[in-house]
């Protein structure tokens, strides 16, 4: 009896060993057309505890068939090396220690169980990014499903005054009318200070109209702020159409023009007499994520915002989360590998940004998958982990924490596979994320911020 119980138990776990090594292969390849599948791995806890606590784990690079440099394990790395190799995991915010128990945003989250307790405050997050995140895709999917788990309060945010994604953004309901002047950051020409949405606007009678479309509830109050620089004394705008006189002594201001249930309203501006920025909808307490998109740039245009306009955000603590989203646009050519110019021309953008904003925490997004088609196929840039490499380092040496969107999303080959699926959740310019995907990747930032604020919950329940 025994040596048949004992026959049993060694079937049984090949079995179920076998099923298990089975589903993890399936479901690697049904990620590839329905990326909603998540790809299973056996032996990701392995992994995991390797690259935390390992004195060999880290990651190398292999070549595939088809020439195309791919990510795979290896042990043949020392202790230094593990904490910097964590920006190749994906789904999770790094910071690079080694221990990954702690939260990466601890200020961020704890304002988050602030408000699970039923606190009365705002966490504000001004993300920045380029074509990938305009018309608010991606940010719309984070910020309505953050409100959701903390407050459950909603508002879109900031939206600027004009804007070429205006027509397609989903999320707002924008229309602008009358004389408009657009100063911005490829045709800098007045002296007024940029904000962080790379635009300053003068008008002279022009009118705007707002509808917030993230507010389901008709009985929330919804505040709306206008956002602006320093104004003439005694400057008059017209709020549903009943004079304001607004006080904007700052380089920087945020006046309270309407609080309602309402979610949409107008505002005409009458004379050239204010630097405008645009106007903020957001719950009275809540999260709050202002969409900073600006397309074809780099992030080195965010070394162009004035010091004084800077010091100014800082000192009223405006926002508690600044996301850094490109790279992107980096990839130009297809047959870079060599980004050694980024890395000298972003590292006093991000040391710059950091001093003046010492209390905000920051978060450093890697670029996506992006495709050129090499011979007859379309595939994953040979550059592209060269690129993420430099991004890492950036955010490594600037002591900021950093999340690999391209590993999360799927790595090598995913923007085609995105674009060529019978589910299109990528534009055939193998850059861009179509609304299905952009929703995906939405959802992946969600997961990641849950995953931050758990270790929070953890920590806090072992004390």
């Not at 990510?71 to 221990?99: C, E, H, M, W």
């Not at 945003?105 to 920045?128: Q, S, T």
């Not at 719309?140 to 600027?160: D, K």
């Not at 998109?293 to 000192?315: A, C, H, P, T, W």
């Amino acid at each position: 009896m025994p040596n048949n119980n004992n026959k049993r138990v060694l079937l049984f776990t090949f079995i179920s060993f076998s099923l298990l090594l089975i589903t993890s292969i399936a479901s690697n390849y049904l990620a590839v057309y329905w990326p909603f599948i998540k790809n299973i791995d056996i032996l990701s806890d392995i992994k995991l505890s390797q690259v935390n606590y390992s004195k060999q784990q880290t990651f190398t690079k292999k070549q595939s068939g088809d020439g195309i440099d791919s990510l795979a394990y290896t042990t043949t790395i020392k202790t230094d090396s593990i904490s910097f190799n964590q920006y190749l995991l994906p789904g999770r915010f790094v910071d690079f220690r080694s221990d990954t128990t702690q939260p990466v945003l601890p200020k961020f989250v704890n304002k988050l169980a602030a408000l699970k307790r039923g606190e009365r405050i705002k966490i504000r997050i001004a993300w920045f990014g380029d074509s990938l995140i305009e018309g608010d895709l991606i940010t719309q999917t984070v910020r309505e499903l953050l409100q959701n788990e903390f407050a459950g309060n909603h508002g879109v945010g900031f939206v600027p005054f004009k804007s070429i994604t205006a027509g397609f953004r989903t999320s707002a309901t924008a229309l602008t009318t009358g004389s408009w002047i657009d100063d911005n950051f490829k045709s800098k020409v007045y002296n007024d200070p940029l904000f962080f949405s790379g635009h300053v606007f003068y008008s002279s009678g022009g009118q705007f109209k707002l509808r917030d479309n993230t507010v389901k509830d008709s009985v929330q109050v919804l505040e709306k702020w206008l956002v602006c620089g320093s104004a003439d004394s005694n400057t008059a705008i017209f709020v549903n159409k009943i004079k304001k006189t607004i006080a904007a002594n700052s380089i920087f201001n945020r006046i309270l023009i309407d609080k309602s249930k309402n979610n949409s309203f107008e505002l005409t501006v009458p004379n050239r007499r204010v630097a405008l920025y645009g106007v903020s909808s957001e719950p009275e307490s809540g999260v709050i994520i202002d969409n900073l998109s600006y397309r074809g740039i780099s992030g080195f245009e965010l070394g162009k915002f004035d010091e004084k306009f800077l010091v100014d955000i800082s000192k009223n603590s405006v926002y508690d989360l600044i996301v850094i989203q490109y790279g992107v646009n980096m990839m130009f050519r297809a047959k870079d590998t060599n980004y050694e110019y980024y890395k000298k021309g972003m590292d006093p953008v991000l040391k710059r940004i950091k001093y003046y904003l010492p209390n905000t925490d920051f978060l450093m997004v890697s670029c996506t998958d992006r495709a050129f088609r090499y011979g007859s196929e379309w595939k994953t840039a040979i550059g592209l982990d060269s690129l993420l490499k430099t991004q890492a380092t950036l955010a490594f040496n600037n002591k900021i924490p950093f999340f690999n969107l391209y590993t999360t999303m799927g790595g090598n080959g995913t923007i085609v596979n995105w674009a060529s699926g019978p589910i299109r959740y990528a534009s055939k310019d193998y850059i861009h994320a179509s609304p299905k995907g952009a929703l995906l990747l939405g959802k992946y930032f969600f997961n990641a911020f849950m995953i931050d604020y758990k270790k929070r919950q953890l920590k806090k329940a072992e004390k």
